[in-house]
């Protein structure tokens, strides 16, 4: 079972996670006493105090007070965590960084030593420091294509897709407005949107003029090619011997990270053995999305402590080594060439139940009544037991995870892999089914990370009194009255625009209506099922209330409404059916 080992990058950070691994592993403090010279030669402060204090500074602190020493810690971590596994006996087959990662993992590789990939992320972190940048990142519950075409509405050229997390978490990059507007579209969408506590827009356009000065700060430091394999996410091939490999470091900061595509590319060629070496398990949650049959382990989070973990990580590394050859070299081209292999028996990840069996789907009922919206009297638990109850079958469906391991102190991501986006988006929609109030300011969700510290929180937000109205007295029936008369219906003369231009703007406020989306989304040529989710049978039905609405012509035959399929070709259609029918709209076509 060869082996991959992968490298976080932003956000990667837990306090304790570098101090208990001194404590297991004493002879990684040199690894970051180098980290350190390194920092020292690129003008940044050292990292050990902050690494190795008996009180470390939380993610939120360092995000707040010293992104840059945050920067320093996340590799000083990840490159402590390689060396103790690569000591321990662990041989793996592939290096892979996401985003900062990638420095680790070239460091971890060969291509340059500890001291030097330290000097790389504290000019890194400088560079952007010095920036002013206005910006920052959200993450979306859509894959890539939509997330650009969400983007494509906006029409920002500074804003882009960043990282290619997942088929379903896609994260993008751009101005602190233009993220409002993403959010906001996401939001309209039926897409989860999940703002992310990032420094600097990464991997976007914003930071074209950061990268020019990173390369130049680069220059004449010792770079060359790798020991062992190193696969890059964001070139989408191997580093070769040709390669400029600082040069290559400075363009990421405007490339996209391809993420799923790389483990894709990498369990395809043979891979099945994916090992995060850092502080948490943000990747190793990520890499059964992306591709089946594999085992994905966090070295520092089994339980038992880091000594333990990363033990085992290091002789599942070995053993891999040992029973199977690398499978998977860069051709002429750095593309990933795959060796046929037997199928690898799936193994949960470490740390993480297994997802419950899918069962028959039921037979079709009627949709129940919609839930509590904000604004309704939501139905409060009656002590705190029931909430747990409720919230432990809600987060066990969400995360398709079996009840029973949602105990009230088990550690969320720790434990189970869910990292701090997912675990944002859970309380947000746990927010929406109490109708819980705004979050009080300096509440940092990264302190709830167990399922009772979550209901503990949301306990103490649930109003202390509901109000059950009382029953309302039967009125007595209203009068029988005769019906009204129909409004106009074919025979009459309906108001009827003018232009194409006055058409386009009723339809689109008609479908704004009727969808409940902003007007703003319905340009010319965005696709209502591809761009918008409007499939064909609520196609059909607007197209028959449009019909009704200008008191049309019944359809052609042979007419096909799925060629239909923007906004423009719509108004297309109905114009010409209208100039079909009025001598006033042709004749002002004559005289335009």
């Known amino acids: 079972m060869p082996g991959v080992v992968l490298f976080p990058g932003q956000g990667s950070y837990r306090p304790e996670a570098a101090r208990d691994l001194a404590r297991a592993f004493p002879h990684v403090a040199p690894v970051y006493a180098e980290v350190d010279r390194g920092a020292a030669a690129a003008g940044a402060a050292g990292v050990s105090d902050v690494l190795l204090a008996d009180q470390p500074p939380s993610l939120d602190d360092l995000l707040d007070r010293a992104p840059q020493t945050l920067q320093l810690a996340i590799y000083g971590l990840s490159v402590g965590v390689h060396t103790m596994l690569v000591e321990s006996g662990a041989v793996p087959s592939v290096l892979a960084g996401h985003s900062l990662g990638e420095i680790a993992a070239l460091a971890a590789g060969g291509a340059f030593s500890i001291e030097t990939g330290a000097r790389v992320v504290a000019h890194r972190s400088a560079v952007l420091a010095a920036g002013g940048f206005d910006g920052g990142m959200v993450a979306l519950g859509c894959d890539a294509r939509r997330a650009e075409r969400i983007l494509a509405l906006i029409d920002d050229p500074q804003a882009a897709v960043a990282c290619e997390n997942a088929p379903l978490q896609t994260i993008v990059s751009g101005s602190a407005a233009t993220l409002e507007v993403v959010a906001a579209l996401g939001r309209s969408l039926g897409v989860s949107v999940v703002p992310l506590r990032a420094p600097y827009p990464f991997h976007s356009p914003l930071l074209a003029e950061a990268s020019s000065t990173f390369t130049t700060r680069l220059r004449g430091l010792p770079a060359g090619e790798p020991t062992v394999p190193v696969y890059s996410p964001i070139l989408g091939r191997f580093y070769e011997g040709g390669d400029d490999v600082l040069e290559l470091l400075a363009s990421h900061l405007t490339r996209r990270v391809a993420f799923a595509a790389a483990v894709r590319q990498l369990r395809a060629a043979g891979n099945s053995l994916f090992v995060e070496s850092g502080a948490g398990s943000i990747l190793t949650g990520l890499v059964p999305q992306c591709a089946e049959r594999v085992e994905a382990v966090s070295a520092l989070m089994a339980r038992g402590g880091p000594g333990a973990g990363l033990t085992a990580a290091a002789e599942a590394l070995a053993a891999g080594a040992a029973t199977s050859a690398p499978r998977g070299?860069?051709?002429?081209?750095?593309?990933?060439?795959?060796?046929?292999?037997?199928?690898?028996?799936?193994?949960?990840?470490?740390?993480?139940?297994?997802?419950?069996?899918?069962?028959?789907?039921?037979?079709?009922?009627?949709?129940?009544?919609?839930?509590?919206?904000?604004?309704?009297?939501?139905?409060?638990?009656?002590?705190?037991?029931?909430?747990?109850?409720?919230?432990?079958?809600?987060?066990?469906?969400?995360?398709?995870?079996?009840?029973?391991?949602?105990?009230?102190?088990?550690?969320?991501?720790?434990?189970?892999?869910?990292?701090?986006?997912?675990?944002?988006?859970?309380?947000a929609r746990t927010v929406e089914r109490y109708d819980l109030p705004p979050r009080r300011e300096g509440l940092r969700l990264t302190d709830f990370d167990t399922l009772g510290k979550v209901v503990d929180l949301v306990w103490s937000l649930l109003p202390t009194r509901v109000e059950v109205p009382a029953p309302?007295?039967?009125?007595?029936?209203?009068?029988?009255?005769?019906?009204?008369?129909?409004?106009?219906?074919?025979?009459?003369?309906?108001?009827?625009?003018?232009?194409?231009?006055?058409?386009?703007?009723?339809?689109?406020?008609?479908?704004?209506?009727?969808?409940?989306?902003?007007?703003?989304?319905?340009?010319?040529?965005?696709?209502?099922?591809?761009?918008?989710?409007?499939?064909?049978?609520?196609?059909?039905?607007?197209?028959?209330?449009?019909?009704?609405?200008?008191?049309?012509?019944?359809?052609?035959?042979?007419?096909?409404?799925?060629?239909?399929?923007?906004?423009?070709?719509?108004?297309?259609?109905?114009?010409?059916?209208?100039?079909?029918?009025?001598?006033?709209?042709?004749?002002?076509?004559s005289a335009a």
């Open 329 to 427: 070299a860069a051709d002429a081209d750095g593309a990933v060439t795959a060796e046929p292999t037997e199928p690898v028996p799936f193994r949960q990840p470490v740390g993480i139940p297994a997802p419950r069996a899918a069962e028959p789907a039921p037979p079709t009922v009627p949709p129940p009544a919609p839930a509590a919206r904000p604004g309704d009297q939501p139905t409060r638990p009656i002590s705190r037991q029931q909430l747990f109850a409720e919230l432990q079958a809600f987060y066990a469906e969400a995360l398709e995870y079996p009840a029973e391991v949602f105990t009230d102190d088990v550690e969320l991501e720790a434990d189970l892999g869910v990292d701090s986006v997912k675990q944002t988006e859970l309380f």
């Open 472 to 589: 309302r007295v039967a009125e007595p029936a209203p009068p029988t009255v005769p019906p009204q008369a129909p409004a106009a219906r074919a025979g009459d003369q309906p108001t009827r625009p003018t232009s194409r231009q006055q058409l386009f703007a009723e339809l689109q406020a008609f479908y704004a209506e009727a969808l409940e989306y902003p007007a703003e989304v319905f340009t010319d040529d965005v696709e209502l099922e591809a761009d918008l989710g409007v499939d064909s049978v609520k196609q059909t039905e607007l197209f028959a209330r449009t019909v009704e609405r200008y008191d049309l012509p019944p359809r052609r035959e042979g007419l096909r409404l799925t060629d239909f399929d923007t906004l423009g070709k719509v108004v297309d259609l109905v114009w010409s059916l209208l100039v079909e029918t009025s001598p006033t709209l042709i004749d002002q076509r």
